[in-house]
Each structure stands twice: as C-alpha cells, then as structure tokens.
C-alpha cells in the first residue's frame, strides 16, 4: 500500500487558517485521498475525501497537487473544536480498509 | 439515528479471561470492521466485514475472533485475553461504496491486567 508523510504537530491560531500537508509520492491513479479526524478521547470521523480535483465542503477544502503526490487539508478558520489528530490516509479504488499513520496533531492556540 | 454503538466502554480482565466486545448500527451498513488503537499510534485493522455472514482477517487478527450473523451487529471476541491486548478499541462502518466515508464508534477501552 502507499505511504503518507505528515508533520508530527502543528500549531494555529484560533479564527486564523490551517494548512495540514500531506505527502504520498507512491500513490498510484486509484488512490483517494481521505482525511480523517481525532478529537480526543474519540473515534475517528470523516472529513474530507478527494481523487484529483479540489473539493470543498461544510467542514474543510482539499487542495490536490497536479501529480497528486501531495495534498493539503484546508480549515478555513480554525476553533478550539479543531483540536484533534488529522490523519490522511490513501484509499485504493474498492478497497474500504483505512491504514492509519500516526497523524499530524493540530494544537489551537486561543 | 444511533449511528455505531459499541458496549462497553470500559472493560478490565484479567489474564486469560474471555470476552466479547459490541458492536451495532442502525444505518444498514455492508462494511463493518474492528480496528485498535495503542497509545500515541494511529488505528490498526483486526478483522472486517464485507456483509453478513462474510468476514476477513486485517492486519492484527490474532488473538480476535469475529462472527456476522446479521447486517446491525459485528461483535468482536477475545479468546484468552493477554496483556499485549490492552489497548482501545474501535468499530466502524459503512456503505462498501467505492470512496464513501467511514463511520466510527465511540471506542472501548480495554486493560488486561
């Protein structure tokens, strides 16, 4: 399976934009791209998903490079809610199993 | 809707000690599947499920032991519990569609002493 690379932390101010990178140079053309979200002391949930076009909804944007080797999660403006742990993860077409790396952990900054 | 339910939330055993964890959902979901998470690392895969009566083993299935009966439910058994199993533990599910998006339940934490 292809390998995503993201920073181990990051830290944001609250009302100010995130940009979470994440690298994934071995991806091949049937790789999706999924972020998903920790907060603490629950399970994952959805965020974002895209395959090669930029995609925008309620909670964030999903910038995708033209090679596709490397993606950015966008929230718009963050809030203490978005504290969590962000994981992106590569999806083969078909495939519903999830490999979770370790994730970027998003501190927010009141 | 309840969405993925999973009880309990909190279970200590002792070695060797059996168990069997729960799961449900009310979405009529195909997939299901069981991941855990240990401390400070990201969800592993122990064993899935593509529809009732069909399971698969993921990437950490020893140990564990799982039945699909019916579409709400996929519970997940200890067999002989051991303290390497200390950890918690998630179930999700989903659709099965081709980029759809995963459901989680709230987690059990589970200490083998």
């Known amino acids: 399976d292809a390998k995503t690379t993201q920073p181990n932390s990051m830290e944001s101010n609250e009302e100010e934009p995130v940009h979470l990178p994440c690298n994934h140079s071995?991806?091949?053309?049937?790789?999706?791209i999924h972020w998903y979200r920790q907060l603490p002391s629950q399970g994952p949930e959805y965020v974002i998903h895209?395959?090669?076009s930029n995609v925008n909804n309620r909670m964030a944007s999903l910038a995708i490079a033209e090679d596709r080797k490397s993606s950015t999660l966008i929230l718009h403006r963050a809030t203490l809610r978005d504290a969590a742990v962000y994981y992106c993860i590569l999806r083969p077409f078909g495939n519903e199993k999830l490999t979770f790396g370790t994730g970027t952990r998003l501190t927010i900054i009141p | 809707n309840a969405g993925v339910t999973q009880t309990p939330k909190f279970q200590v055993l002792k070695t060797g000690q059996s168990m069997t964890l729960q799961c449900a959902q009310d979405m009529n979901h195909e997939y299901m599947s069981w991941y855990r998470q240990d401390p400070g690392m990201g969800l592993r895969l122990i064993h899935y499920s593509v529809g009732a009566g069909i399971t698969d083993q993921g990437e950490v299935p020893n140990g564990y032991n799982v039945s699909r009966s019916t579409t709400e439910d996929f519970p997940l058994r200890l067999l002989s519990a051991a303290p390497s199993q200390t950890s918690v533990y998630f179930c999700?599910?989903?659709?099965?569609?081709?980029?759809?998006?995963?459901?989680f339940g709230p987690g059990t934490r589970l200490t083998v002493l």
């Open positions: 999700a599910s989903s659709y099965g569609l081709v980029d759809g998006e995963q459901f």
């Open positions: 895209g395959l090669t």
């Open positions: 071995t991806i091949s053309g049937t790789d999706y």
